[in-house]
């Protein structure tokens, strides 16, 4: 009997979704480049999820049922290429290859082009949730050979997470590298709602004293309000969390974070389009600046500031501070989504922004509750330009926006950072805001290049250049 599907690259998520297949009832052939990984998978795990191995790849191939269905979980990048180069001579006319990798969207653009001139389909589908996810229901974001969905659908959309009323967190998002982009924005929105939440933790625990205890049942309690999440449920794990010796093992961990790129493109990407994803961006420096641990220290003996600490009423502050982090991750939904517009009018992807919201309601890193009101948004206005301007998301603002302004001031005075609140902070009195001073950039710009402006007694469109220096007293 041929296989349903065959995997490539037996790492955590290669080997977790091979079985969460498998579970499910498909076929499963596998093969990973190290024939001792193969052996040790199927020793552990294979034989009794019925899941067979090939210990070359033209086996592999030979073992699949048509068209033939492939999923690579291998090293993004050029480790992708390689396969795809020792597949296409092994394949035929209408076989899938489906990239489950962080690939870069471009890298899928490309990859998708190319194979559909060799008469094969190529999927680039984002896969998050972790190893738990990749076992048990990730969220799935496929896009790439519209012709490949069919072939796929039932498999990836019986592995996936489920919403309560049953519909799995995987769906179809467009064509060419649409997957992968949603993809990179939802990891973008991830750093920025690790952010939000590092920066309330900072706010505690220097500036208010808070033991962990304290902070570990703050968390949680907000798990009951609009602020419940994944990463909320985590982070109030991780409070309570205590090393072998009973203190709490969270400040044994050096206070500089990694990061693997995708939040960078997301960036990348931002200013490529013209997109204020400035929570994000803030996101990623704030991860580069802790990655320079060694400066710090060397700057905290010779620079001043006030001293982080906050006075005053511990539990009106600590509200605030819920509101600041609520407010300031609305904002950086609005932003996301933002982003995905323009990139859909870029590359020509026909999004559905209600129906990724849902991709990411269960399943993935960033799943929390105020995904089911970004849906309900775009079900009021599919072509709402920003989601702050939302009835309910205006209205979810307006009620923490004085916390948010007393957040961002405390922290100011008490010389704690919280680039995340302000910057988003900024963004939202920029875009409330109908006169900028961006008037004044502009002159600069044709009084020293000549790069002309408009102006406001004009019709837009029209260019107006002045001889700056002719008008000088």
């Known amino acids: 009997m041929k296989a349903d599907i065959a995997v490539i690259g037996l790492a ?81 006319d209408g076989d ?45 974001m496929p896009g790439g050979s519209p012709a490949a969905w069919p072939a796929v659908k039932d498999i990836l959309q019986s592995i996936a997470a489920k919403v309560a009323d049953g519909t799995p967190c995987c769906d179809w998002v467009g064509s060419d590298g649409a997957g992968h982009y949603v993809k990179m924005v939802h990891n973008g929105i991830e750093y920025g709602d690790m952010q939000v939440l590092a920066e309330a933790y900072s706010l505690m625990h220097d500036g208010l004293g808070m033991t962990h205890d304290e902070m570990a049942a703050t968390f949680r309690s907000w798990r009951d309000g609009p602020l419940d999440s994944y990463l909320t449920d985590i982070t109030a794990d991780i409070m309570a969390a205590r090393d072998e010796d009973g203190e709490p093992l969270l400040e044994k ?73 609520y407010a300031s991750k609305i904002v950086s939904y609005a932003q996301g989504f933002m982003l995905l517009r323009e990139a859909a009018a870029e590359y020509d992807w ?19 509750a105020l995904l089911e009101h970004i849906k309900a948004g775009f ?17 979810e603002i307006e009620a923490a926006q004085d916390g948010w302004r007393r957040t961002v001031v405390r922290a100011v005075e008490a010389g704690i950072p919280v680039p995340a609140y302000s910057s988003a902070l900024a963004f939202y009195d920029g875009y409330r805001t109908a006169r900028l001073p961006a008037n004044l950039i502009q002159a600069q710009r044709d009084y020293f290049g000549a790069h002309t402006y408009e102006r406001v007694d004009r019709e837009r469109g029209e260019a107006f250049h002045t001889e700056w220096a002719d008008l000088r007293d």
């Open 253 to 325: 961990i050096l206070d500089a974070a990694g990061q693997k790129g995708t939040g960078k493109w997301t960036g990348i990407s931002s200013l490529t389009l013209g997109v204020p994803v400035t929570l994000v961006a803030e996101a990623v420096y704030a991860r580069v600046v802790s990655a320079l641990k060694e400066q710090r220290v060397a700057a905290s003996a010779v620079l001043t500031g006030p001293a982080p600490t906050i006075g005053g009423d511990r539990e009106a502050i600590v509200a605030d501070i819920h509101d600041a982090l």
């Open 379 to 395: 079900g009021r206005d599919p072509d709402v330009a920003s989601l702050v301007t939302d009835d309910y998301f205006r209205a």
């Open 12 to 92: 955590v998520m290669g080997r977790n979704l091979a079985l969460n297949m498998a579970d499910h009832g498909h076929t499963v052939a596998v093969y990973n480049r190290t024939t001792s990984k193969t052996d040790a998978f199927m020793a552990e795990e294979g034989e009794a999820a019925g899941i067979t191995a090939a210990a070359t790849l033209e086996e592999l191939v030979e073992g699949l049922a048509t068209p033939r269905r492939i999923m690579l979980m291998v090293q993004a990048g050029g480790g992708t290429d390689a396969v795809i180069e020792q597949l296409v001579p092994l394949l035929d």
């Open 96 to 140: 899938i290859i489906i990239d489950g990798g962080n690939a870069h969207f471009e890298d899928t653009i490309r990859r998708t082009a190319e194979l559909e001139d060799k008469g094969l389909l190529f999927i680039g589908t984002g896969v998050s949730g972790g190893e738990e996810g990749a076992r048990y229901g990730p969220s799935i």
């Open 350 to 368: 026909d999004l559905d922004y209600g129906a990724i919201a849902y991709l990411w309601r269960e399943g993935c890193i960033i799943r929390s």
